[in-house]
């Protein structure tokens, strides 16, 4: 009950968040529809974009730099392991049998055999990772994705993904962690790690792009919409607002 009321005391203040800059923060009869509020966004993508390069970035190269690869990539799997088992519900939720199975499966002997997940086994007998957070079920069951969003420290969202984090922030065992120094160690490793992972990609980003935001906006949405099609969306001009349809089924 508590999760579902800060979910609604945020869907609401979104939502008028988002109909306040509709009519006065759009950029004009060219914006882009799917972002009106790209001045805001631009202006919070600049402050996560220097946090990143004076804390973020340089935290994140010396943790990669540092620490063997071996320790990284068992830090890795131990939280892919822990996300898989929130993949599992949300696979569920979404009523994909086989991957909700394989997404178990995958707990299971990876907590067992890998040593709570140390060790990725379940990779190796050719289980396969689906990966699903509470935003893409609420894209399942047909909720549209609203306007762009950048939020302050997390990046890239929409509407309906930021809508969706309480439930994803709810379900994270490693912030119910009842040792207060292990879980902010662990939550702060997490944030090192996942950058440390994303080093490469973010340099031919900042080399490659011309508007490196609009690119990362762009690149965001239509990996959101594969995600929620599973990696086979209709196309666009046949539905103009593809999030607002159901995914199908496998």
């Given amino acids: ?3 579902a009321n800060h979910l609604h005391r945020l869907s609401l203040g979104l939502a008028l968040v988002a109909s306040l800059s509709l009519t006065g923060c759009a950029t004009g009869p060219n914006a882009n529809p799917k972002d009106p509020l790209e001045p805001m966004n631009r202006s919070i993508s600049r402050f996560n974009d220097s946090l990143d390069e004076n804390v973020l970035k340089p935290v994140a190269t010396g943790y990669r730099d540092v620490t063997p690869d071996l320790v990284q990539k068992g830090v890795r799997n131990v939280f892919n392991n822990l996300s898989d088992a ?3 519900v949300n696979n569920g939720l979404q009523l994909k049998g086989r991957d909700t199975a394989e997404s178990f499966m995958r707990v299971v002997v990876n907590t067992v055999f890998g040593v709570y997940g140390i060790f990725d ?11 699903e957070d509470f935003g893409q079920t609420l894209g399942y069951w047909g909720v549209p994705s609203g306007p762009y969003l950048v939020l302050p420290v997390l990046g890239p969202s929409t509407l309906r993904d930021t809508a969706g984090l309480p439930v994803d922030t709810s379900a994270d065992v490693v912030r119910h962690l009842d040792h207060i ?4 160690s662990a939550m702060g490793l997490r944030i090192v790690e996942k950058r440390a992972d994303l080093l490469k990609a973010t340099n031919m980003l900042e080399e490659a792009a011309l508007d490196k935001y609009s690119f990362t906006r762009d690149s965001y949405l239509q990996y959101r919409r594969s995600q929620i ?5 209709p196309e666009e001009e046949d539905l103009p607002d593809p999030s607002a349809e159901p995914a199908s089924t496998k």
């Fill in 1 to 3: 009950m508590k999760v």
């Fill in 181 to 184: 120094p292990t879980r902010n």
């Fill in 121 to 131: 086994v379940a990779t190796e007998i050719k289980l396969q990772r689906h990966t």
């Fill in 86 to 88: 929130w993949s599992t």
């Fill in 229 to 233: 099609y599973d990696g086979n969306p």
